[in-house]
């Protein structure tokens, strides 16, 4: 796990001391060691330096002391798999030179084949598996890789440069052409380093404070800073730029409960692989406490940590679930952090600084502090995460809606009043409700006013469209779940907060066999009875508390944000809609129509207080970035 920058251009060069600058930006990334590839004014390859390499390469001459080049690899190492110094980056492999980001859990698999093949490997690292599948089996090695990666390959003898992202986009990858410059790096800040000033991208801005999008296209929220999305690919050769996908879902048949459950047991094993500690996130939810009721079935550890955001406030606290769970095989000692709303003034900045982008909850915040509370307190670097379970087996209510009107739509009627009347007495909810909630998901998806709020001055249209790849409307939903909105945003949030203290997240519902197997099933394996998530009930039986595995609610990273908005945070609120009405938010803004409708929520006769949120982060954004 890494974080990656780069410059590359046929027509210009790069000072490389304010390149040095903007790659020091990223060092939480990779706190173990740096290293550069640089092109001389001969057209030659040299390795150097920066403040944090290795003992072992300090003889380099350090980058800051060179010309300015056309070609400039950086690399910050957090050690994770081969902790010696033949994992330092960039590698190099015949006239193939990589920066690379992030696991390939089935490196050591993938290194047997080609060793077949009559390649010789000098290193236990994963890096050097990926970099010669590469160069054995091109752009089609992406799909035989079982892991996250983003990554940047040159090649010396074409000179071209390819960039690459994994399947999900767990791992980021931001780019901007610049006067015919290709600038590209792990996070934003190395990116934003290089623009005289910062706009915000109005489209994005549009679809944040309307749609609660975020993170659903290859733009960002700045203007002309771009990212590869998941699951693609990027050429760039003196012809031009050209972008393609690699990998496409398959249907499988005759997927059976127990394929899907040796595929979980699979994934998480390859996602033990460590040579630091590996721990894990306990929310008390069915998705978290099945990777640790796996862990602890097949004892792939003798001892293991948890850790748990919970609260005071019962009523949005797991810890009742949470302290049930109890081991056999393993030794398990939990940890329970408490995020506070009175902290969260004196972070803000901190944390949208980290973040990048405005986000739509505190659970960003209570995430945030849990990587804080790992790495002051523990030796853990690497964690496990439930993140993607909900994508792939239906894990919020909505689904329930989505597959009635699916169950309608095909004229399963029989099946429809059964599911219809478990769902409405299983969340006790009136059958008046239930319908009105139903019909609500049918027009959603149909019809949407592109100014509910009559806060913009001028008009957008939608620029990220779900996408149409399953006839089944819950496949489908599930699907632009996955790979439109909201998993990706989840994802840029768990990487950023993770990796601003150095950690590893690792998903193991997000192995891409399992993700295929899953979308193979039908959807009573998913739904039925009026419960959610069917399959991964069935392999968690067990494994896990009762309780947990009878659980009939979604809470997962949550926070009381609706109470503390209107009481510990009401002072802060207040401040800062009062400097939107004064100072304006942007152009396009209605900021007096913005400033009556908090007024209106603070008498609670607004009842958005989502919306609130996203318009109180945004102002913050704008403020912390100096975007014009």
Not at 32 to 61: S, W
Not at 166 to 193: Q, T, W
Not at 206 to 222: A, D, K, P, S, V
Not at 380 to 400: H, M, P, R, S
Request: with cysteine; glycine share 4%; hydrophobic share 35%.
């Amino acid at each position: 796990m890494c974080g990656i920058t780069g410059f590359f251009s046929y027509k210009n060069k790069i000072d490389t001391k304010k390149y040095y600058e903007a790659h020091l930006k990223i060092s939480h990334r990779g706190p173990d060691d740096e290293g550069f590839v640089y092109k001389n004014e001969n057209n030659q390859i040299e390795y150097l330096k920066g403040n944090d390499t290795i003992q072992e390469y300090q003889n380099r001459e350090h980058i800051i002391n060179k010309s300015p080049s056309s070609l400039i690899l950086g690399h910050r190492r957090l050690s994770i798999i081969d902790l010696t110094s033949y994992g330092h980056q960039p590698f190099v492999f015949e006239n193939l030179y990589l920066v690379y980001n992030g696991e390939i859990y089935n490196y050591i698999e993938l290194r047997d084949e080609l060793k077949k093949l009559g390649y010789i490997f000098e290193t236990e690292t994963d890096t050097e598996v990926f970099l010669k599948a590469y160069h054995c089996w091109g752009v089609d090695a992406f799909n035989k890789f079982n892991g996250m990666w983003a990554c940047s390959i040159y090649d010396k003898s074409k000179d071209e440069f390819l960039l690459c992202r994994d399947r999900f986009g767990i791992k980021p990858l931001y780019y901007s052409f610049i006067d015919e410059n290709l600038i590209f790096g792990s996070e934003i800040k190395f990116v934003a380093s290089f623009f005289d000033s910062l706009k915000a991208n109005e489209q994005m801005v549009y679809e944040y404070l309307r749609f609660n999008y975020i993170n659903h296209t290859n733009q960002t929220f700045f203007k002309d800073i771009m990212q590869l999305e998941p699951n693609s690919y990027m050429i760039v050769t003196k012809r031009g730029m050209s972008v393609y996908p690699y990998w496409d879902i398959e249907k499988e048949t005759n997927i059976s409960k127990m394929e899907i459950e040796e595929r979980l047991n699979n994934a998480i094993k390859l996602r033990m692989r460590s040579d630091v500690e590996v721990g894990s996130l306990l929310s008390g939810g069915i998705d978290s406490s099945t990777i640790l009721g796996i862990i602890n079935s097949k004892k792939f550890i003798n001892k293991f940590q948890t850790f748990s955001a919970v609260f005071q406030e019962e009523k949005f606290s797991e810890k009742r679930y949470i302290d049930k769970f109890q081991t056999n095989n393993i030794e398990l000692k939990k940890h329970f952090i408490y995020p506070h709303a009175k902290e969260l003034p004196l972070l803000i900045d901190e944390l949208i600084y980290t973040q990048e982008e405005p986000f739509r909850s505190l659970a960003v915040f209570s995430q945030y502090e849990i990587y804080k509370n790992i790495k002051k307190n523990s030796e853990v670097k690497v964690l496990l995460n439930g993140q993607g379970a909900d994508e792939i087996f239906t894990g919020y209510t909505e689904y329930y809606f989505v597959y009635l009107v699916e169950l309608l739509r095909t004229l399963k009627i029989t099946l429809f009043m059964k599911e219809f009347l478990d769902f409405s007495s299983n969340r006790k909810l009136s059958k008046k409700v239930l319908l009105k909630q139903i019909l609500i998901s049918f027009v959603s998806n149909y019809f949407r006013k592109s100014d509910k709020y009559a806060i913009f001055t001028k008009k957008f249209s939608l620029s990220g469209k779900n996408r149409k790849k399953f006839n089944d409307l819950l496949k489908n939903s599930l699907w632009n779940s996955l790979t439109f909105s909201a998993l990706r945003e989840y994802l840029n949030y768990e990487d950023k907060n993770s990796m601003r203290y150095s950690l590893e997240s690792r998903l193991p519902f997000l192995d891409y066999k399992l993700v295929n197997g899953a979308f193979s099933l039908e959807n009573e394996f998913k739904i039925k009875n009026g419960l959610s998530k069917v399959v991964l009930r069935e392999i968690a039986k067990g494994k896990i508390p009762e309780e947990t595995l009878n659980r009939k609610d979604k809470m997962g990273f949550v926070s009381p944000q609706e109470e503390w908005q209107k009481t510990i945070l009401k002072d802060e609120f207040d401040r800062v809609f009062s400097e939107i009405l004064a100072n304006g938010l942007f152009d396009f803004i209605d900021e007096k129509k913005i400033y009556s409708l908090y007024e209106d929520y603070s008498k609670n006769r607004f009842s958005d207080w989502s919306f609130i949120w996203r318009v109180y982060c945004l102002y913050k954004w704008k403020k912390i970035w100096g975007i014009k």
